[in-house]
């Protein structure tokens, strides 16, 4: 260990400002005007290659959505099975769809355990490489751990919401592309299911090939890994210019603030009192993206075609134009959230899907009244899912990579994947329950878990656009962190 180090942890344990302490112990001096991470993003940060990372990272994405859509399909063809096996118990019945459909997400959180540990002790890529030979409940838990966290330690500042949120993307044309293979003109029915439950082998097939070639995290290889020149060069790479230096200065900031921070295994950083704040919140995210009423809205979207004798065939083509338009709120969300802000896109999302269950629930008990009342659920309803897709639904999953620092990172998306797994778990237990037992009224159900999460975030979220990650500790902290400037030597 080095003085600097030894200096950085005596002053740590006296309870001294870590960001207070790396001003003056490393600013040069005729550096004072100079500022980490402020530099505008240049043209060249979005280049082909993290076009083209992003994209390939993404493709794993497609299949855990095809593989959940498949799944939840098989609601359709196991009530026979189960009328043929217990055709007198009812309650049963329902008991066994809910199980069935659940296994999923139980595995799967129990999946995301382990992947704390994978992301640290192996690294973000060369995870996604071993994780295409898992089990397939296990695979599932841990891409989705991997990928946003990936794609939030490659992308510059400027892009990153964005970038994250194309995971999410991909993820909704994944159900895309399994909607259309479930219509019964092509694979939809029972012998053609087989065929429906191969496809997930062949997909990763496709996708192996590509994983080779994606460069290590930047920050990993620096902050964790403690390769300089190997994070300079991944750099390089994805941005396309050879002048990162900003960047490098940047990770070497976040390295000497977050020393208090290392080996923040997931038991660790839940019991930290430094960090509760931050656990709080990507609590209450991953609770706000399951209970905002999206479960309820999506199935009753179907429901509503058929009652405007649209017809069963019909709504489903109804149902791929539903994912469709899903796909294209989220684009509009990837394009705005870094023009905007999450917090804008959050207090939007919350709110409007709050009360559109209010509204919601209100016109669907007048349909037997007003006939022409379904028409106006299925606007409610689009209106609801554009509000989904810009806010709750992907952006809970960026302010987890952005509202924690590097080595406390992976165990905190440990934390909110297992608590989407679980909370998936749930509502898949609990919905057909709710639905059949108060119907409509499913959506008030929900409605104040939206209400209270709306007031949360405008008390107690930052806005992060277009912020540097210690800065961000900052802002949840409540303080103005200073910067740290480094004398970097010439690259070679």
């Known amino acids: 260990m080095d003085q600097g180090d030894e200096k950085a942890d005596a002053e740590i344990q006296r309870g001294v400002n870590s960001e207070d302490f790396v001003q003056s112990t490393f600013q040069e001096p005729g550096n004072s005007k100079k500022s980490v991470g402020n530099a505008a993003t240049k043209k060249g940060d979005l280049s082909m290659v993290l076009i083209l990372v992003t994209v390939a990272s993404c493709l794993i994405s497609v299949q855990h959505g095809y593989n959940l859509w498949v799944l939840y399909n098989t609601i359709g063809l196991l009530p026979s099975f189960y009328n043929i096996t217990r055709p007198e118990?009812?309650?049963?019945?329902?008991?066994?769809?809910?199980i069935t459909v659940t296994i999923f997400p139980l595995g799967a959180s129990f999946a995301t355990i382990p992947a704390g540990w994978l992301l640290d002790r192996f690294g973000r890529y060369r995870d996604k490489l071993e994780t295409c030979d898992l089990h397939e409940l296990v695979w599932q838990g841990i891409c989705f751990c991997v990928g946003p966290l990936y794609l939030g330690e490659i992308s510059p500042r400027s892009l990153r919401g964005g970038i994250i949120m194309t995971y999410h993307l991909f993820y909704f044309f994944g159900f895309l592309v399994?909607?259309?293979?479930?219509?019964?003109?092509?694979?939809?029915?029972?012998?053609?299911?087989?065929?429906?439950?191969?496809?997930?082998?062949?997909?990763?097939?496709?996708?192996?090939?590509?994983?080779?070639?994606?460069?290590?995290?930047?920050?990993?290889?620096?902050i964790q890994k403690k390769d300089e020149e190997s994070s300079r060069q991944a750099l390089k790479k994805l941005r396309n210019r050879n002048d990162v230096e900003d960047e490098i200065e940047e990770l070497h900031q976040e390295d000497i603030v977050e020393k208090s921070e290392k080996n923040m295994k997931p038991?660790?950083?839940?019991?930290?009192?430094?960090?509760?704040?931050?656990?709080?919140?990507?609590?209450?995210?991953?609770?706000?993206?399951?209970?905002?009423?999206?479960?309820?809205?999506?199935y009753y979207a179907e429901r509503n075609l058929r009652n405007i004798n649209m017809g069963i065939y019909s709504s489903r083509f109804a149902k791929i134009a539903t994912t469709t338009y899903i796909c294209i709120s989220i684009i509009i969300g990837i394009f705005v959230t870094d023009y905007k802000g999450r917090k804008f896109l959050l207090l939007i999302g919350f709110g409007v899907s709050s009360f559109i269950c209010v509204l919601l629930t209100m016109a669907m008990e007048l349909q037997s009244v007003i006939s022409d009342m379904g028409y106006f659920s299925i606007i409610l309803i689009c209106i609801f899912l554009f509000a989904h897709a810009i806010g709750p639904g992907p952006l809970p999953t960026v302010l987890v990579v952005e509202l924690f620092l590097q080595s406390s990172r992976s165990s905190a998306t440990v934390i909110a994947q297992f608590l989407h797994w679980l909370l998936s778990l749930i509502i898949g237990l609990i919905l057909l329950y709710i639905e059949i037992h108060i119907g409509p009224y499913s959506l008030i159900f929900f409605c104040p878990f939206g209400f209270a999460i709306f007031i949360?975030?405008?008390?107690?979220?930052?806005?992060?656009?277009?912020?540097?990650?210690?800065?961000?500790?900052?802002?949840?902290?409540?303080?103005?962190?200073?910067?740290?400037?480094?004398?970097?030597?010439?690259?070679k």
């Open 178 to 222: 399994a909607q259309i293979l479930c219509l019964q003109d092509v694979l939809g029915t029972g012998n053609g299911f087989p065929i429906l439950i191969k496809l997930f082998g062949v997909m990763p097939l496709l996708q192996l090939p590509l994983l080779p070639f994606l460069p290590e995290s930047p920050r990993y290889l620096l």
């Open 267 to 298: 038991l660790k950083l839940l019991y930290s009192k430094k960090l509760r704040r931050q656990v709080i919140a990507i609590i209450v995210l991953m609770i706000g993206q399951q209970f905002d009423g999206i479960s309820v809205a999506y």
């Open 89 to 98: 118990e009812a309650d049963f019945q329902i008991t066994l769809l809910s």
């Open 456 to 491: 949360y975030i405008f008390k107690f979220i930052p806005e992060t656009r277009n912020r540097t990650f210690v800065d961000i500790r900052g802002k949840v902290t409540s303080r103005n962190p200073r910067r740290v400037h480094f004398k970097m030597p010439s690259p």
